[in-house]
Every structure is written in structure tokens, then in C-alpha cells.
């Protein structure tokens, strides 16, 4: 019976209980993360009714974690994140992922570096998105973050993986990790799913700024040069250093305070 519970009592969901211990664990972690960073979606004003979503690759196993198609942002719990295989299939059939994963998948399949995902209908994104316009660089905040302009991904129904595809295509050897997809939305990536929240939500901001400065004129580049130190100087030297360095993933323990500790940055 110990098997069906995790450390702190709560049950483990079925689709779980099967996966090495190590696995697991990781995959609780990140069932928990998960429901904070949807929180985020919310709290950023990102998402409206059931739209957008987040999902996280499960290191070390072939697998990923995506928020249940149709559920109510009130109504997320841990263990309603559905585990999906690389193919973009429910380890549980009788879960619904969202309909973006497939796309998803696609993307954790092409880019190895990717460890999460987000996906929304922000206002200011989808301006862009409507009329089909990458943002240019025209913030030392999107030279930080972005390193250039926020580029434009192509058309693509919704559904399969030609999202993802176009994703992949779009940001692969770009330092973005945000596209705008063509009428549709932003979909960013990270190294882990809070960093591709974070890239979802200094995306909406930039979005609006430079949205905005759009009603009473022209907008002035940030030339090249000037980007490459920007981008150069928040991606290496910006932020407290940490006092020792770790691995990744060294110390389970570890792993649920990263987040209250970083959201509180
Ligand atoms: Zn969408």
C-alpha cells in the first residue's frame, strides 16, 4: 500500500504508480509546480476562462505533464495534470490533455533542451498575432530577455503538431524564446516550465509597451550592436549569484522550494 501514497500522505495518481521511484518523485514535483505556474498564467492576466496552458518535461523519463483540456483554472489540482508520452499520447486514455499537446510533444521531441512549455491568447501577443507582425527590438527589456525581436511563427491549425512544427522552425538557433504565432497566439519555451512562464509574461509586457508606442509614431531600433551587449550582460552578469554551484536536480529535497523561493525574487 505504501506505494500508493507519496511521503506527505496524498495519493498517487494511478497513471504514476508504475514509474521507477526516482521518476516519480520528479513527477510529483512537478504536478506541483504545475499548479502554481497555471496560477501564474491567471495572476499575469494571461489567460482568460480555460485558455492557454503550461506543460513540463519530466527529466529522465520519456514523458511530459500538461494541463487537462477543458478544466477551470479554479478546478487544477496536482493530480489533474495529464502525463503524455513524447508521441503526444495520455499514459491514461481516459485523461483529455490539452489540444495543443500534440504540439508540445513535437517541440520536446525536436528540441532536446527544452524542458517546458506555455502556450496563451494574451491581448498584446495576439495583436501582433493578428496582423502578423514579429515585435521589434525596440526595448533594452526585450534585448535583456529576447535578445532581438520577438520573431513571427507561420499559420497553423489546431490540433496536431503543425503548431510545434512551426514553433521548432521558428525559434530553433533563435535566441528568442518566444514566438508569435500568425493569428493565433505566443507560445514560449525554457529550460524548465518556470522559465518559459516567465518568457510568457515579459513577452504580454513588451507586447503592450511596444503596442502602445505604436499609437503616436514610429518606433526607434535599438541598434544591433547595443542588443548583443544587453542581451549579453542580463543573461550572464544580471541577478544574484548563487553561493554554490549545483547541478541541476541535485537534491530532491530541494526541488518544491526553488519555486517560492524564485516567485518571491
Ligand atoms: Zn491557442
Known amino acids: 500500500m505504501s506505494t500508493d501514497q507519496h511521503e506527505d500522505g496524498r495519493a498517487v495518481p494511478a497513471t504514476d504508480r508504475d514509474l521507477p521511484e526516482e521518476v516519480r518523485r520528479e513527477v510529483a514535483r512537478l504536478r506541483d509546480q504545475l499548479v502554481v505556474l497555471h496560477a501564474e498564467l491567471v495572476r499575469n492576466g494571461l489567460v482568460v476562462w480555460t485558455g492557454g496552458n503550461v506543460s513540463a518535461r519530466v527529466l529522465g523519463a520519456d514523458l511530459f505533464l500538461i494541463k487537462p483540456s477543458g478544466l477551470s483554472y479554479d478546478d487544477l489540482d496536482a493530480a489533474s495534470m495529464v502525463l503524455c508520452t513524447l508521441d503526444g499520447e495520455a499514459v491514461d486514455p481516459a485523461q483529455q490533455p490539452s489540444s495543443d499537446t500534440g504540439s508540445h510533444a513535437y517541440v520536446y521531441r525536436h528540441m532536446p533542451e527544452v524542458a517546458g512549455q506555455v502556450h496563451t491568447h494574451s491581448t498584446y501577443a495576439c495583436a501582433w ?23 513571427l511563427g507561420p499559420f497553423a491549425l489546431i490540433g496536431g503538431e503543425d503548431i510545434g512544427r512551426g514553433v521548432v522552425e521558428t525559434l530553433t538557433g533563435h535566441r528568442s524564446k518566444a ?6 497566439g505566443v507560445f514560449t519555451i525554457g529550460k524548465d ?27 526607434v531600433p535599438i541598434p544591433q550592436d547595443a542588443v548583443d551587449s544587453l542581451y549579453d550582460r542580463y543573461q550572464n552578469v544580471y541577478g544574484q549569484r548563487p553561493a554554490a554551484p549545483s547541478a541541476p536536480g541535485a537534491g530532491a529535497d530541494a526541488g518544491a522550494g526553488t519555486t517560492a523561493e524564485e516567485a518571491s525574487r
Not at 498575432?129 to 525581436?149: K, S, Y
Not at 514566438?179 to 493565433?184: G, L, W
Not at 518568457?199 to 514610429?218: P, T
Open 129 to 151: 498575432a493578428a496582423r502578423a507582425e514579429e515585435i521589434p527590438c525596440v526595448l533594452t527589456a526585450m534585448a535583456d530577455e529576447f535578445g532581438g525581436p520577438i520573431p
Open 179 to 184: 514566438v508569435i504565432m500568425q493569428n493565433h
Open 193 to 219: 516550465a518556470k522559465a518559459a512562464v516567465k518568457a510568457a509574461v515579459m513577452c504580454e509586457d513588451v507586447a503592450r509597451s511596444v503596442h502602445i508606442a505604436r499609437q503616436l509614431g514610429e518606433t
